[in-house]
């Protein structure tokens, strides 16, 4: 029965409460999407970070969306190296930009993809390659001159490969699964293989935290101390 609470000074409104009795229990609904349950999916925030990396190093990165920066692809890439198998909820959607200061000259890139986790003991890598004459892109963090467009040519693919392998030496172990390459983009003076190498190195490392709400100190750490 409803009940009304009792009128104290300087109280404009009554309240009425519903009581129930003390054997109720609210029936708690499994909510699932993708496979999830809804709460966990939700704890995965959308988020860019722009970080200062020191000696006028800049970088953005995205986590749980990519940047607008999608591209046709001509011809894919593939590569498939020894991987563990770990249960857990990994990032899959990240992008990682760059820019780095050389004196007279800089460099810049731009890599981002998808990441799905698996059952087998390998990771497979797709890469897709673009043309050259990608749409450009004016938001980006590359030097004033350096025309900057969407897509990934086979030589920064390759790069991209030598990377892959590159962090999995690095990590000793690394995520069974499969990443796809669909985002990037490219400096037409400041982009080169290396950069691209340290891109994959960092785009991985990212797909293989645990944490999916890294900080930007965690962030900063996942950067080498030189682009060379």
Known sequence: MPRTLPRYKNMAYRHTVCML?????????????????????????KFMRILELGKHRRARVWIGELPNVMYTSSETLTQSIVADRKAHRWLKLAAVEVFVPLGPRSM???????????????????????????????????????EVRVGLPAEYAKAVITGV???????????????TINGAAYGTIGSCDAVFK???????????????????????????????
Do not use: W
């Open 21 to 45: 009795p003390k054997s109720f229990r609210p029936i708690q609904p499994c909510l699932t999407m993708l496979g999830e349950p809804l709460q966990d999916y939700h704890r995965i925030h």
């Open 108 to 146: 810049y890139g731009l890599l981002g993809g998808g990441f799905e986790a698996g059952t087998e003991d390998n990771l497979n890598v797709d890469v897709n390659i673009s043309g050259e004459n990608g749409q450009t892109y004016s938001n980006s963090l590359a030097a004033t001159g350096d």
């Open 165 to 179: 392998e590159f962090t999995k030496n690095e990590l000793n172990s690394i995520v069974a699964g499969k990443i």
């Open 198 to 228: 340290h891109l994959t190195v960092i785009l991985v490392k990212l797909f293989n935290l645990t944490n999916l709400e890294p900080s930007d100190d965690e962030l900063i750490k996942l950067f080498p101390l030189t682009f060379s």
